[in-house]
């Protein structure tokens, strides 16, 4: 059995802004799969150019695995509600989009682009979705004293999940309308979102399955020894106890760089663990934006 190949079908979307990042965590998926694990990966995006596609495929060469980009015109999401400083646009919307997308599979994994991938994911993608939308990772208790997040009161979900690792049950999903339901959710809540796709699969979602934290590691709680003094263990510590977290954080698949001190790729001094990786992608997809430099420029970290 453990020579029996397991081909797994990952999703990313980003933009042109975002291809430094997007090639760092692709390097590490592909880095850190077992010999026996195939990825079909496949970027959605709305104007990334054809030259950039072609570095991005030569990253795939001689390995077991492949990669696919597809365009997703913006204005499918024209009337869904954004952030006004441009840094989350239309595009956060498309992960929700992937049971559509592609049909021929019947689970899918969705991964954010501002993190690495430290292990594989074949347990992942072979969790038990029988009953659920889909697995994510659990952030709050899903109330009216939540800390980060928004509480909606027509979320019936006891927990509150974070979309940066998504496992679709696909099937599942296009039996339910669960797209439909996605444009539902925009259109009724519109303004009141506001961590957007976040928002939305939660509402949209009847049943989500929680998947260990290890999942979803914050950076504040990977690097730091002592993590109780994050601002996200204010709200995780009602979830996991401190030996829980401990645990997990040794266990890293995903380490997510949410929240404070911001992406790594704009430390003044780039965390080892990232940069091993960002040292790997071809030299033509480390690019930097204007944003990038203003803000590795007066990085405090």
């Given at each position: 059995?453990?020579?029996t190949?397991s081909?797994?079908?990952?999703?990313?979307?980003?933009?042109?802004r975002?291809?430094?990042?997007?090639?760092?965590?692709?390097?590490?998926?592909?880095?850190n799969?077992?010999?026996?694990?195939?990825y079909d990966i496949?970027v959605?995006?709305?104007?990334?150019?054809?030259?950039?596609?072609?570095?991005?495929?030569?990253m795939?060469?001689?390995?077991p695995?492949?990669?696919?980009?597809?365009?997703?015109s913006?204005?499918k999401f024209k009337?869904?509600?954004?952030?006004?400083h441009?840094?989350?646009?239309?595009?956060?919307?498309?992960r929700l989009l992937i049971?559509?997308?592609?049909?021929q599979?019947?689970?899918?994994?969705y991964?954010?682009?501002?993190?690495i991938i430290l292990g594989?994911?074949?347990e992942a993608?072979?969790?038990d979705?029988?009953?659920?939308?889909c697995?994510?990772?659990?952030?709050?208790?899903?109330?009216?004293?939540?800390i980060?997040?928004?509480?909606?009161?027509?979320?019936?979900?006891d927990l509150?999940?974070?979309?940066?690792?998504?496992?679709f049950?696909?099937?599942?999903?296009?039996q339910?309308n669960f797209?439909n339901?996605?444009?539902d959710v925009?259109k009724?809540?519109?303004?009141?979102?506001?961590f957007?796709?976040?928002?939305t699969l939660n509402?949209?979602?009847?049943?989500i399955?929680?998947?260990?934290?290890?999942?979803?590691?914050?950076q504040?709680?990977?690097?730091?020894?002592?993590?109780?003094?994050?601002f996200e263990?204010?709200?995780?510590?009602?979830?996991?106890?401190?030996?829980?977290?401990?645990?997990?954080?040794?266990?890293t698949i995903m380490?997510?760089y949410?929240g404070r001190?911001g992406?790594?790729?704009?430390f003044?001094?780039?965390p080892?663990?990232?940069?091993?990786y960002?040292?790997?992608?071809?030299?033509?997809?480390?690019?930097?934006?204007?944003?990038?430099?203003?803000k590795?420029?007066f990085?405090?970290?």
């Open positions: 059995m453990e020579n190949v081909k797994i079908p990952v999703v990313f979307t980003f933009d042109k975002i291809i430094l990042a997007g090639a760092v965590i692709i390097q590490s998926l592909i880095d799969a077992k010999s026996n694990t195939q496949y959605y995006h709305p104007d990334i150019d054809d030259k950039t596609i072609l570095e991005y495929k030569k795939v060469e001689n390995t695995h492949s990669i696919t980009f597809e365009y997703i913006k204005e009337n869904a509600p954004i952030n006004k441009g840094s989350w646009t239309e595009i956060v919307y498309y049971p559509e997308l592609l049909p599979y019947d689970k899918v994994i991964i954010d682009t501002d993190a594989d994911l074949t993608y072979n969790i979705l029988e009953g659920y939308d697995a994510a990772v659990a952030m709050e208790k899903n109330n009216d004293k939540m980060c997040h928004k509480y909606f009161p027509e979320n019936k979900n509150t999940y974070i979309s940066s690792f998504i496992i049950n696909s099937k599942k999903m296009r339910d797209v339901k996605v444009f925009i009724t809540f519109n303004d009141r979102l506001k957007f796709d976040l928002d509402i949209a979602c009847d049943s399955k929680p998947l260990p934290y290890r999942y979803g590691v914050f504040s709680i990977y690097y730091n020894d002592d993590f109780k003094g994050s263990y204010s709200f995780l510590k009602n979830i996991y106890s401190d030996d829980e977290l401990q645990k997990e954080k040794e266990n380490l997510h949410a001190p992406k790594p790729w704009r003044k001094k780039v080892a663990n990232y940069k091993q960002l040292d790997k992608i071809p030299k033509s997809l480390k690019k930097y934006t204007f944003r990038d430099l203003r590795k420029l990085s405090k970290v």
